[in-house]
């Protein structure tokens, strides 16, 4: 279900993928949570791998740390505290990159705050990766749309891992806005 979000042109004509993104430590921040006026410190998104049978019937939700199984069908449940930007790439066991979600290179999923996005949107379209052996990846990356240059957020990103999906939090300060890369990697032996 999407929710809110949509598939639409990149407002900011910036990549959402970030060449060199945000350290990712599982770990907890070392700076508390704050809201002043309004303004908190932290803004993330909570990331599921939502397990799902080849009729799209949805079977499990588990945290990113458990990546994915060759030939497995899956989508991707998102929901951030902010208004974000997100596009998918696939880095294969031959090391290539392409973008994989949304195909068409000038778009992305626009997240609505607080909905509840599976990914990929269409209720029958599914991810599966079963082609090649060795590592696979996929790379996960959401925007706030104003975090371009000096404006995105260079902090650390923080992962906790839970029975059903993985939260990440990134500390932001004024001025400056949440990007958020994660990898999720599944070793292909056949």
């Known amino acids: 279900?999407?929710?809110?979000?949509?598939?639409?042109?990149?407002?900011?004509?910036?990549p959402v993928a970030l060449k060199n993104p945000a350290q990712v430590a599982v770990a907890q921040p070392a700076t508390p949570l704050q809201d002043v006026g309004g303004d908190v410190n932290y803004q993330g998104v909570h990331i599921a791998i939502v397990g799902a049978e080849r009729d799209g019937t949805i079977t499990e939700l588990r945290p990113v740390m458990a990546g994915f199984r060759t030939g497995e069908r899956f989508k991707?449940?998102?929901?951030?505290?902010?208004?974000?930007?997100?596009?998918?790439?696939n880095i294969n066991p031959r090391g290539e990159r392409r973008r994989i979600y949304p195909t068409d290179p000038g778009a992305v999923v626009v997240l609505q705050p607080?909905?509840?996005?599976?990914?990929?949107?269409?209720?029958?379209e599914l991810f599966e990766f079963a082609r090649y052996t060795g590592e696979e990846q996929l790379v996960i990356s959401l925007r706030d749309p104003r975090a371009i240059g000096d404006a995105a957020s260079k902090?650390?990103?923080?992962?906790?891992?839970?029975?059903?999906?993985s939260h990440f939090v990134q500390e932001v300060s004024k001025g400056t806005y949440?990007?958020?890369t994660e990898s999720i990697r599944q070793q292909h032996d056949n």
């Open 155 to 165: 902090q650390k990103v923080y992962r906790q891992d839970e029975e059903y999906g």
């Open 76 to 89: 991707l449940r998102a929901v951030s505290t902010f208004g974000g930007l997100l596009v998918i790439e």
């Open 114 to 124: 607080g909905a509840d996005t599976l990914i990929p949107l269409g209720k029958d």
């Open 178 to 180: 949440p990007a958020i």
């Open 1 to 14: 279900m999407a929710r809110g979000a949509v598939i639409d042109r990149n407002p900011s004509l910036v």
